[in-house]
């Protein structure tokens, strides 16, 4: 669907074989219908009065942020692991904290801020967001959802901005980003973000990316036996495919940006140890640093 | 002038959001940096933070300022997690700033 669009000055989205969706799939849809939208196409919802699974899509919120009210027929309750309304962002009051703590809360509520698993899924909300926020130059769409049959918890950020190609435009590495495929790449390695690389007119005004969050992201789901996965414009990668053994790759086009998370939950042990694991692999660590930290 | 910022009071229990660190660090605390003998920053209550926001506040404030960083500020109340964070952070900036004042 994401692909098909393309060119058409009209737009019908059929729900109504819709079952069931995975937090990328929500978050995608949104992010791309609402930039077809805002391009001025026509775009329509059909095949709601047959949805199976209506009452699903208005918990989660979709059909609200695709401009669709309907009344429900259910009563609301808050939001218990089970369904987790969609979450959106933008850069001029986007709350990145409250965001990622509310999503994390909301698709864990056995768990307590202190718990490894807990703490995991916050980082990467905060850090997926905080990308979309300050690269995007858009609106992003947050998502996440546990699966409690394989224990595993899903997380995934969609934004209707520029791409990830498109962040790296009057940068340094500007050439080395020269197709989607290569600009996911580059943003994959550590220390490299496209702000730092854009001219900085006041050199002691610092930035507020160092390239990290994206790296570590990527690795602590390794980590937790689940896996990252990128998507913007016609680029994708995900973890079979920078392997030898690569699937084929899925074919889409999403203007904007992508991002998926998957962890799980039983091989989250130690979080601190895994994040300062993972600062190791990427060449930051600790030193020592005699009387700075006061008991 | 001596400061603290207790950063539960300042941002909350989770430490996210790396322009906030960034406008942190460059409005409260480099205005009146040659101003300030000690600032120490209290984590008590902070759970959990990005790295993003860890680097842009105190990886950028220790590249600023080399071993005058090292002497000004102290960080208290950090659990294992804050201190692993903080200190790889701030071993990044302290080796930017060598690496950026070398041979001077």
């Given at each position: 669907?994401?692909?098909?669009?393309?060119?058409?000055?009209?737009?019908?989205?059929?729900?109504?074989?819709?079952?069931?969706?995975?937090?990328?799939?929500?978050?995608?849809?949104?992010?791309?219908?609402?930039?077809?939208?805002?391009?001025?196409?026509?775009?329509?919802?059909?095949?709601?009065?047959?949805?199976?699974?209506?009452?699903?899509?208005?918990?989660?919120?979709?059909?609200?942020?695709?401009?669709?009210?309907?009344?429900?027929?259910?009563?609301?309750?808050?939001?218990?692991?089970?369904?987790?309304?969609?979450?959106?962002?933008?850069?001029?009051?986007?709350?990145?904290?409250?965001?990622?703590?509310?999503?994390?809360?909301?698709?864990?509520?056995?768990?307590?801020?202190?718990?490894?698993?807990?703490?995991?899924?916050?980082?990467?909300?905060?850090?997926?967001?905080?990308?979309?926020?300050?690269?995007?130059?858009?609106?992003?769409?947050?998502?996440?959802?546990?699966?409690?049959?394989?224990?595993?918890?899903?997380?995934?950020?969609?934004?209707?901005?520029?791409?990830?190609?498109?962040?790296?435009?009057?940068?340094?590495?500007?050439?080395?980003?020269?197709?989607?495929?290569?600009?996911?790449?580059?943003?994959?390695?550590?220390r490299?973000?496209?702000?730092?690389?854009?001219?900085n007119?006041?050199p002691y005004?610092g930035q507020?990316?160092?390239?990290?969050?994206?790296?570590?992201?990527?690795?602590?789901?390794?980590?937790?036996?689940?896996?990252?996965?990128?998507?913007?414009?016609?680029?994708?990668?995900?973890?079979?495919?920078?392997?030898?053994?690569?699937?084929?790759?899925?074919?889409?086009?999403?203007?904007?940006?992508?991002?998926?998370?998957?962890?799980?939950?039983?091989?989250?042990?130690?979080?601190?140890?895994?994040?300062?694991?993972?600062?190791?692999?990427?060449?930051?660590?600790?030193i020592?640093?005699?009387?700075?930290?006061?008991? | 002038?001596?400061?603290?910022?207790?950063?539960?009071?300042?941002?909350?229990?989770?430490?996210?959001?790396?322009?906030?660190?960034?406008?942190?660090?460059?409005?409260?605390?480099e205005?009146?940096w040659d101003?300030?003998?000690?600032?120490?920053?209290?984590?008590?209550?902070?759970?959990?933070?990005?790295?993003?926001?860890?680097?842009?506040?105190f990886g950028n404030m220790a590249e600023e300022h080399g071993d005058e960083f090292s002497r000004k500020v102290?960080?208290?109340?950090?659990?294992?997690?804050?201190?692993?964070?903080?200190?790889?952070a701030v071993a990044e900036g302290l080796r930017k700033h060598r690496e950026l004042h070398a041979g001077h």
């Amino acid at each position: 669907m994401l692909a098909t669009g393309e060119g058409h000055p009209a737009i019908e989205v059929d729900i109504a074989a819709v079952k069931f969706l995975t937090p990328a799939a929500i978050v995608a849809i949104l992010a791309r219908c609402n930039r077809w939208k805002r391009e001025g196409r026509d775009l329509s919802l059909v095949g709601v009065e047959s949805c199976e699974n209506l009452g699903y899509l208005q918990r989660i919120d979709f059909l609200t942020h695709l401009g669709v009210e309907i009344p429900e027929n259910f009563t609301r309750r808050a939001a218990s692991g089970r369904f987790v309304p969609v979450q959106t962002l933008n850069f001029a009051s986007g709350e990145v904290d409250r965001i990622a703590s509310e999503i994390t809360r909301c698709t864990l509520p056995d768990a307590n801020p202190e718990d490894d698993v807990y703490r995991i899924l916050q980082y990467a909300a905060g850090e997926l967001l905080s990308n979309a926020k300050y690269h995007s130059g858009g609106r992003a769409y947050v998502c996440a959802q546990f699966f409690p049959t394989r224990n595993q918890v899903r997380i995934a950020v969609a934004d209707d901005g520029m791409g990830i190609r498109g962040s790296f435009v009057n940068t340094s590495r500007e050439d080395e980003a020269n197709t989607p495929d290569a600009a996911i790449r580059l943003a994959l390695q550590p220390r490299v973000s496209s702000a730092l690389l854009r001219p900085n007119p006041n050199p002691y005004a610092g930035q507020n990316h160092r390239g990290v969050g994206l790296s570590i992201t990527r690795i602590l789901a390794k980590e937790a036996g689940g896996q990252l996965t990128i998507a913007s414009e016609d680029g994708w990668f995900d973890e079979l495919h920078s392997t030898e053994q690569a699937r084929p790759r899925p074919a889409i086009f999403f203007p904007g940006t992508l991002v998926a998370v998957s962890l799980h939950r039983d091989q989250i042990a130690d979080y601190a140890a895994m994040h300062a694991e993972a600062m190791s692999q990427i060449g930051m660590g600790s030193i020592d640093t005699p009387g700075m930290f006061m008991e | 002038m001596k400061l603290e910022f207790q950063m539960v009071s300042e941002f909350g229990d989770f430490l996210a959001d790396g322009h906030l660190g960034n406008q942190f660090r460059s409005l409260r605390i480099e205005c009146i940096w040659d101003r300030v003998e000690s600032v120490v920053f209290d984590f008590t209550g902070v759970t959990n933070l990005t790295d993003s926001f860890v680097h842009a506040c105190f990886g950028n404030m220790a590249e600023e300022h080399g071993d005058e960083f090292s002497r000004k500020v102290r960080f208290k109340g950090c659990s294992p997690l804050v201190r692993s964070f903080v200190s790889i952070a701030v071993a990044e900036g302290l080796r930017k700033h060598r690496e950026l004042h070398a041979g001077h």
